[in-house]
């Protein structure tokens, strides 16, 4: 089968060398496979017509149906545009195009029943369109597709080089007719049969020239199973190699994790704590190495399962490291861990930027010695003069901050046995992001807030209402609480957002007189921002300005307000993340969003979501609809994502199934070696090895 999707498109019929270059160069299409794969973005359904009397300003793009009429072309050069009148019997709209006038003229002709295609706007109470598509009615001819399939193109290919979409359905239509013995089917016929898939050779018809709505239904459903299935088929076969390629050190004995049970723990571990501890102990008697991610949302108590992971290496002569993205949280990590760690004459250190030379030293020679036990430290841990002893487990707290080379940077701090890997994140991530970005990795999910935790009252403040909203913080500091106030940082205009930030400051400086201030901003240097934080925690101060430095796992129990400024500047994930700043301790806490009146229709979607819900799930899947998958994670992982047609924001039920289907197919076959899943080791056989997505054809 790679042969025939290997053959470049120059040596199909009507192409020739010119249009192939064309092609390669607009649309990055070179092969057969290429041009098969790509699927129509939209159809046109012929039945479907708007009569031109019924034509309005918030139409989609529709269709209508008339006779052109009075075609003729206004202005001079760039100004030029060709216009022309179309009517049925409703009405008359007006077409215009400004782009490729040359070509429309020996194209567009009066007197001709044409299907109109295009966003009508209105002017003067009658409507227009620009830029329509044209297409001649004709009879549909038996056998002829139901759906009208429109492919991306550019304007360069459509003005210029008469490729527009109809030009490129033709090409697709002349491939698919020679196609047809060379596709092989690409599942099995065991996996066909259970999810009533069609076969690949009429999803592949079906795609492109659609002869029905269910068949074009049945076409879709079966080419996202399968390349979401490949997908999950390939990062579990990664996770299954490595589980059995890499040795991982065992951590059996736990008698301090016993006595801290019995008589340090300062409180009763919820269900889902006791969930994911018992899931990391399994892993560590399991003799491989672990690599397991933590996901679990603000305040449901992250840290201790740390701690009690690193307990277990501790207890078995192994040491174990704890990894912070900024100063302040591995600062708090430490001395919330020193203080579980000293009751059991553990030794536990801190490693930072702003480490002295001579602290630093010993530390060295303690970790080398192997009588520190646990090291907890920012990106200073990854330097090569850090050593341990015998390093048994890393931790990576806020993972998304952490890129691939510096996992990898701690991996070689043990020659003899990699140690195992917990990743820890706060931001929860849609299931099904989760499942393709981290599915090479075991997820345990903490999805239970300590008890008596009560949920933070959000609200929605226009700028307007700023003293009413200032008494209000009055009154909570008046009872002994603590208050936030957010600025927003983008990088870009970090200066103008400096300045935000300093008026501010002033302002609710004046604002309150009687109480004591901090500011915690990214310009300042670490020890200067560590002597606000303290002041802070130590109620010396009522009031935190800062910017979003103190977004990431900071905690301040009696902090139980958070105002946000701005806040329709901030993303979804990250507003939910500063919202977990409060809410840490027994007082009723408040999020406070300030906004101006003036708010896009995705900014109101994302504070009204803030308001309605404190679940992270589903302000993650919200996040997911109004971002996309791309934009989402970075486009650091968008290899992953590089999707031809799944849809990772709206297709999660496929996705499970299919990942169910990989992970069922694995555990009966997991060399892929029996004669009915010939298909699926053939199709993995036909690809490189470097191949990112394993459902394309090559
Ligand atoms: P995160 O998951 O955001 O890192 P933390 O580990 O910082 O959360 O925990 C948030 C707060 O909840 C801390 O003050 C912690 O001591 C407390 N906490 C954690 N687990 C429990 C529990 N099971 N019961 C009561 N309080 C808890
Ligand atoms: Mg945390």
């Not at 295009?118 to 002017?123: A, E, L, R």
């Not at 501890?277 to 399991?286: E, L, N, S, T, W």
């Not at 004459?345 to 930027?353: S, Y």
């Amino acid at each position: 089968m790679s042969n025939f999707f290997n053959i470049k498109l120059e040596n199909l019929r009507g192409v020739g060398t010119q249009r192939a270059q064309l092609l390669q160069k607009e649309l990055n299409l070179f092969t057969y496979g290429d041009l098969i794969q790509r699927y129509p973005f939209r159809y046109l359904d012929r039945t479907q017509f708007y009569t031109i009397a019924d034509l309005h300003d918030d139409l989609p793009f529709v269709q209508v149906k008339g006779v052109l009429r009075n075609r003729e072309v206004l202005g001079e050069g760039p100004k030029q545009r060709l216009v022309a009148k179309v009517a049925d019997a409703s009405g008359e709209l007006e077409l215009v195009w400004f782009k490729g006038v040359k070509y429309l003229q020996t194209v567009v002709r009066n007197h001709q029943e044409y299907i109109v295609f295009g966003k009508p706007t209105m002017f003067n109470g009658r409507p227009q369109m620009a830029h329509p598509e044209l297409e001649e009615v004709t009879e549909a001819k038996p056998g002829q597709s139901f759906l009208q399939p429109v492919y991306n193109t550019t304007e360069k290919l459509k003005n210029y080089h008469r490729i527009d979409s109809k030009a490129l359905a033709r090409l697709v239509a002349d491939l698919l007719k020679i196609a047809p013995p060379h596709i092989s089917e690409s599942l099995s016929p065991a996996l066909i049969q259970h999810y009533g898939l069609m076969s690949k050779v009429d999803a592949l018809l079906q795609i492109h020239f659609p002869q029905s709505p269910e068949l074009l239904q049945a076409a879709r459903f079966r080419l996202k199973f399968e390349e979401l299935f490949y997908v999950q088929l390939k990062l579990l076969r990664q996770r299954d190699q490595r589980k059995v390629e890499l040795a991982g050190q065992i951590f059996r004995e736990v008698p301090s994790l016993v006595d801290f049970y019995k008589n340090h723990l300062p409180f009763d571990l919820t269900g889902a704590q006791k969930r994911v501890i018992h899931d990391i102990y399994k892993d560590f008697c399991a003799g491989k190495q672990m690599n397991r991610l933590l996901q679990g949302d603000v305040g449901s108590g992250k840290t201790i399962v740390a701690f009690i992971a690193m307990l277990m290496a501790a207890d078995n002569g192994a040491q174990s490291c704890l990894m912070a993205p900024t100063e302040i949280l591995a600062d708090q990590h430490y001395a919330g861990l020193k203080a579980y760690a000293d009751q059991l004459g553990i030794q536990i250190g801190k490693l930072t930027g702003s480490t002295r030379t001579a602290a630093r030293r010993e530390l060295h020679e303690e970790l080398r010695a192997g009588r520190m036990h646990m090291l907890v430290g920012t990106h200073a841990l990854l330097e090569d003069v850090v050593q341990f002893r015998n390093l048994g487990l890393t931790i990576m707290d806020e993972q998304h901050r952490f890129g691939v080379a510096q996992r990898s940077k701690l991996w070689q701090k043990n020659p003899h046995v990699i140690p195992h890997v917990l990743v820890m994140t706060a931001t929860p991530i849609p299931r099904t992001l989760a499942m393709t970005l981290y599915g090479d990795l075991d997820v345990s999910v903490i999805d239970e807030l300590p008890a008596g935790r009560k949920p933070i009252v959000t609200v929605h403040r226009y700028d307007a209402n700023r003293l009413k909203v200032f008494q209000f913080l009055r009154d909570q500091i008046n009872l002994d609480r603590q208050v936030y106030i957010v600025y927003p940082l983008i990088e870009e205009s970090e200066t103008l957002d400096y300045k935000d930030l300093t008026d501010g400051y002033e302002s609710v400086a004046r604002a309150f007189p009687e109480f004591q201030i901090s500011i915690v901003h990214g310009r300042m240097r670490a020890e200067e921002k560590d002597f606000e934080m303290q002041r802070f925690i130590k109620k010396e101060t009522q009031i935190m300005v800062a910017t979003t430095v103190i977004e990431v796992g900071v905690n301040v129990p009696n902090a139980s307000v958070m105002v946000i400024e701005s806040s329709e500047r901030f993303g979804l994930s990250q507003l939910h993340q500063l919202r977990g700043r409060v809410g840490r301790g027994a007082d009723q806490s408040y999020c406070i969003l300030m906004s101006g009146y003036k708010l896009s229709k995705d900014s109101r979607t994302r504070l009204e979501t803030m308001v309605r819900t404190n679940n992270g799930f589903e302000i993650a899947d919200i996040d997911l609809k109004l971002r996309g998958p791309g934009d989402l994670m970075g486009t650091q992982q968008s290899g992953v994502l590089d999707l031809l047609i799944a849809d990772l924001a709206k297709d999660g039920r496929i996705l499970t199934e299919s990942r169910a289907a990989a992970q069922q197919l694995l555990s009966e076959d997991p060399g892929l070696s029996q004669p009915e899943n010939l298909n699926i080791r053939r199709h993995i056989e036909s690809l490189p090895a470097t191949a990112v997505n394993w459902s394309r054809i090559s």
